[in-house]
């Protein structure tokens, strides 16, 4: 059962990989436009500072916090935030507070994003990392914090480089080469689309020689909370969890093999069932996740699948297939503000075809 799981999981990581990850445009208003690196020679304790240059490459940036209690004279562990949209600030931003408490430095890549291919992430990855170890007292350990196809950088790139001592992850994984010298700490919010993902990964790590530990959160697809992720602060300097058992999934195995084969029917279903199927199966879904969150994730999953055929469809100007998509998209997810955005382009193509 436990390799089944982890099977079935990856093979639906794999089969979605191409898909956004889920952060509504709700979200996206917190991010602006990429500016111009800052050339700085010196900066602030207690800070985000959001676009610093490398001195390597001017022309690209990255994103640092220092915690106030800094002095010159320690050494300080870094956690290498990976956010799937390029933006390294978001995450620094939330857990500020926490860099400060535990005296960790935090580092966001401003160049991984969705989409990138992994030798690109990883270049950009071992320059973010040379150009931070050269400039600040940091620990030659690397630690790793991905959200999404972030968490999915994370581990592919612990799994090519030894010197990645642990990875946090949220909302994505993929498959784990490594078998020692490592720590995984994972988050799987309760309303996330990837939820039995991650949950059938850390059952398919079984009992591997390193440490390796879930904890379940009241979230949905998204970075976990500070209060959340004060955890993942804790296990960087004591590679444990304080009170993990109560904090581990307790889902039955039965119940994550169901939903993987519920996600599985669903995506099999894409181009292939009329949109009458369509809105017969959701109907149902919404209905059933007045009581079980396990319908509501299935949503969300359909959801993230048609984020990508709309998106395709609109970029080949395939107007049927678009409007077979969105017709999807909104029934499964109607407030989401990536389906309410494709439907209005979808509109103006119809108008300039008329």
């Known amino acids: 059962m436990k390799k089944h799981l982890g099977i079935i999981s990856l093979c639906l990581g794999l089969l979605v990989a191409s898909c956004g990850d889920g952060r509504n445009t709700?979200?996206?208003?917190?991010?602006?436009?990429?500016?111009?690196?800052?050339?700085?020679?010196?900066?602030g304790l207690?800070?985000?500072?959001?676009?610093?240059?490398?001195?390597?490459?001017?022309?690209?940036?990255?994103?640092?916090?220092?915690?106030?209690?800094?002095?010159?004279?320690?050494?300080?562990?870094?956690?290498?935030?990976?956010d799937p949209h390029g933006q390294g600030k978001y995450p620094l931003y939330m857990y500020r507070e926490l860099a400060d408490s535990f005296n960790i430095i935090l580092v966001g890549s401003n160049t991984s994003k969705n989409g990138m291919p992994f030798v690109e992430s990883e270049k950009g990855l071992n320059q973010l990392i040379a150009e931070v170890q050269s400039l600040f007292p940091v620990e030659n350990a690397v630690r790793l914090l991905g959200f999404s196809g972030g968490a999915k950088v994370a581990i592919e790139y612990a799994n090519r480089h030894p010197e990645v001592r642990q990875v946090l992850y949220a909302g994505g994984v993929t498959q784990l080469s490594r078998q020692n010298n490592i720590s995984l700490l994972g988050f799987a919010g309760i309303r996330d689309m990837n939820y039995a993902d991650l949950v059938g990964f850390e059952v398919s790590l079984g009992n591997a020689p390193f440490q390796h530990q879930l904890i379940e959160w009241d979230g949905a697809h998204e970075f976990p909370s500070a209060n959340v992720m004060r955890d993942g602060f804790y296990f960087i300097l004591n590679d444990s969890v304080e009170n993990y058992l109560e904090k581990r999934p307790r889902t039955k195995q039965e119940n994550i093999m169901r939903e993987q084969l519920l996600k599985r029917k669903f995506f099999q279903?894409?181009?292939?069932?009329?949109?009458?199927?369509?809105?017969?199966?959701?109907?149902?879904?919404?209905?059933?996740?007045?009581?079980?969150?396990?319908?509501?994730?299935?949503?969300?999953?359909?959801?993230?699948?048609?984020?990508?055929?709309?998106?395709?469809?609109?970029?080949?100007?395939?107007?049927?297939?678009?409007?077979?998509?969105?017709?999807?998209?909104?029934?499964?997810?109607?407030e989401n503000e990536d389906a309410k955005k494709f439907a209005a382009q979808i509109q103006e193509m119809k108008k300039k075809r008329q």
């Open 46 to 82: 207690g800070m985000v500072h959001e676009n610093i240059a490398f001195k390597s490459d001017p022309s690209l940036s990255y994103a640092i916090y220092l915690p106030v209690g800094m002095q010159s004279k320690e050494t300080y562990p870094v956690l290498y935030c990976i």
């Open 26 to 43: 709700s979200e996206e208003k917190k991010i602006g436009s990429d500016p111009i690196p800052e050339v700085k020679t010196q900066l």
């Open 269 to 334: 279903a894409f181009n292939t069932k009329e949109l009458k199927w369509w809105q017969t199966e959701i109907t149902a879904l919404h209905e059933y996740a007045k009581t079980d969150v396990m319908y509501e994730r299935i949503l969300g999953f359909i959801g993230l699948g048609c984020y990508s055929l709309t998106s395709n469809a609109i970029d080949s100007g395939d107007l049927q297939k678009a409007e077979y998509a969105i017709a999807i998209y909104l029934a499964a997810t109607p």
